[in-house]
T-cell receptor
């Protein structure tokens, strides 16, 4: 089974801190995604990457950046955390066509105080 | 653009009741369709999928049929259990120009609560 591992289940950070969320997948998937999930808003795509060093903005990229230096690792960076970035963050990966579905990590619940 | 519309929840049922969660979609071409389940505090897990019209996906007693004529992919289960309580997401994949990759579009999710 494909595994997507997110480095932390829970994080508490202070306003203004630089925050790194790490995601690693072990099945050689081309695509990787970062979502945030908020009550009543569903899943919103922040960024995705379809290859090493390639990235594209999703629906809500403001305040975030990403890095994909190796195929298996996709990092989400909050340059200067703010309280409105308190959320559940979900990483996912898939083959390029996505026909086999998208495999999600367990999520990181980030609280910015 | 592409979109997925799910019935609003929560859906509240007694154990052994019949479940239907409606999902309709708007998309050009022939997307693949998926249902995902999310248990409290967890990420999403793929429940079932269908890749072409009239395909039926099934898993763990759940099933859904890809209906192109009605652009629907309704989730059904004949007899729900308390352990089925979760949030269910309908989704489709859709190609984007960049890199030819397929990006999922998700519905808002439907919460299911099953009482003993």
């Amino acid at each position: 089974d494909v595994k997507v591992t997110q480095s932390s289940r829970y994080l508490v950070k202070r306003t203004g801190e630089k925050v790194f969320l790490e995601c690693v997948q072990d099945m050689d998937h081309e695509n990787m995604f970062w979502y945030r999930q908020d009550p009543g808003l569903g899943l919103r795509l922040i960024y995705f990457s379809y290859d090493v060093k390639m990235k594209e903005k999703g629906d809500i990229p403001e305040g975030y950046s990403v890095s994909r230096e190796k195929k298996e690792r996709f990092s989400l960076i909050l340059e200067s955390a703010s309280t409105n970035q308190t959320s559940m963050y979900l990483c996912a990966s898939s083959l390029r066509t996505g026909v086999s579905g998208y495999t999600f990590g367990s999520g990181t619940r980030l609280t910015v105080v | 653009g592409d979109s997925v519309t799910q019935m609003e929840g929560p859906v509240t049922l007694s154990e052994e009741a019949f479940l239907t969660i409606n999902c309709t979609y708007t998309a050009t071409g022939y997307p693949s369709l998926f249902w995902y389940v999310q248990y409290p505090g967890e990420g999403l897990q793929l429940l079932l999928k269908a890749t072409k019209a009239d395909d039926k996906g099934s898993n763990k007693g759940f099933e859904a049929t890809y209906r192109k004529e009605t652009t629907s992919f309704h989730l059904e289960k004949g007899s729900v259990q308390v352990s089925d309580s979760a949030v269910y997401f309908c989704a489709l994949n859709k190609t984007r120009q960049s890199g030819g990759s397929y990006i999922p579009t998700f519905g808002r999710g439907t919460s299911l609560i099953v009482h003993p």
